[in-house]
């Protein structure tokens, strides 16, 4: 089994900056990806971006490069979503997840995750 809690989430003006956290617990961190996405009101949840177990890969989606960074501390057992020059279209509630499996490269499908958090609601004011 494998927790996950996010935070982080908050109101920010467009232009804005937030910095989310997914602390795990439960199996070995490092043994799994983790992956973030979201999920708008009346919208599919989609795929954020998502970081191998080393922490050495990164991906993202067309929507989050260049903006968006994520990150891991294997010691903190913790991932990080750093998210930068926020849109209104940012607004939605953030998830992270976690993938047991091992894989070339991460999913960004929802069903290639074992796990997930709660989430954390984003707001981008304009």
């Known amino acids: 089994q494998v927790q996950l809690v996010e935070s982080g989430g908050g109101l920010v003006q467009a232009g804005g900056s937030l910095r989310l956290s997914c602390a795990a617990s439960?199996?070995?961190?490092?043994?799994?990806?983790v992956g973030w996405f979201r999920q708008a009101p009346g919208k599919e949840r989609e795929f954020v971006a998502a970081v191998n177990r080393s922490g050495g890969s990164t991906y993202y989606a067309d929507s989050a490069k260049g903006r968006f960074t994520i990150s891991r501390d294997n010691a903190k057992n913790t991932v990080y979503l750093q998210m930068n020059t926020l849109e209104p279209e940012d607004t939605a509630v953030y998830y992270c997840?976690?993938?047991?499996?091992?894989?070339?490269?991460?999913?960004?499908?929802?069903?290639?995750?074992?796990?997930w958090g709660q989430g954390t609601q984003v707001t981008v004011s304009s």
């Open positions: 439960g199996r070995t961190f490092s043994y799994y990806t």
């Open positions: 997840a976690a993938d047991l499996k091992t894989r070339a490269r991460p999913a960004s499908q929802t069903w290639g995750y074992d796990y």
